[in-house]
């Protein structure tokens, strides 16, 4: 019988491929995003994907990382005002710096602002969708893509630069925490992964 020190080794190298695959799977994908933004520089692209799908950590982990050094790169969460400051690689900056840069400003979460009137922030949008020199990437969910069509008034290509972010399935996420892990292994059904992917789709389509 494996005393405990040797039962609990494949589940930390579990753990280790489960944390390493959130992390690493996304990297081609993020520097195809990096190439389709440094192709619309100085414009307006909405990075858009289903709720919960990690656009966050992707953009974060592999999209930013995969942009050149020596372009200056903002990001922020919307909370759901504008954020005040923005990280940066020189430290925290002002959206108002941010604007006159010729980097990239991450906006988070930035159908967040429409949970409240648009009204109340009419001004501090319009001077950042139209007067500014930075590319701006909008971070929205795809439930809330129809939302951005009030904005065309003062951006009129605002959805001109569509990004989706896509989503490993459960299957494949499994299959590659499984290569990754160093020799342990997971055991499950083919037909069980197939039904929790169904309810997943089922409960997508309801949200």
């Not at 753990?15 to 389709?36: C, F």
């Not at 020596?70 to 604007?99: D, F, M, N, Q, R």
Request: charged share 25%.
């Amino acid at each position: 019988m494996p005393d405990a020190k040797g039962a609990a080794e494949p589940l930390g190298a579990l753990a280790d491929a489960v944390h390493q695959a959130t992390l690493l799977d996304r990297t081609e994908e993020g520097r195809h995003v990096a190439e389709q933004l440094l192709a619309v520089r100085g414009q307006i692209a909405v990075l858009h994907g289903r709720e919960g799908s990690g656009k966050t950590e992707f953009v974060r982990s592999s999209v930013i990382p995969a942009l050149p050094q020596e372009c200056a790169t903002y990001y922020g969460l919307c909370s759901p005002e504008l954020p005040a400051a923005l990280e940066s690689a020189k430290g925290p900056a002002t959206l108002a710096e941010a604007v006159r840069s010729d980097g990239f400003i991450f906006l988070d979460s930035f159908d967040r602002l429409f949970s409240v009137a648009i009204a109340s922030r009419w001004q501090d949008l319009a001077a950042l969708l139209s007067e500014r020199k930075a590319t701006l990437v909008l971070i929205v969910s795809d439930q809330r893509m129809g939302e951005l069509l009030a904005l065309r008034s003062m951006a009129p290509g605002i959805m001109d630069h569509l990004i989706e972010s896509g989503a490993m399935s459960l299957s494949e996420g499994l299959e590659h925490v499984e290569a990754s892990a160093g020799g342990a292994r997971l055991v499950y059904s083919p037909e069980l992964v197939a039904g929790i992917e169904a309810d997943l789709e089922t409960l997508d389509r309801k949200s």
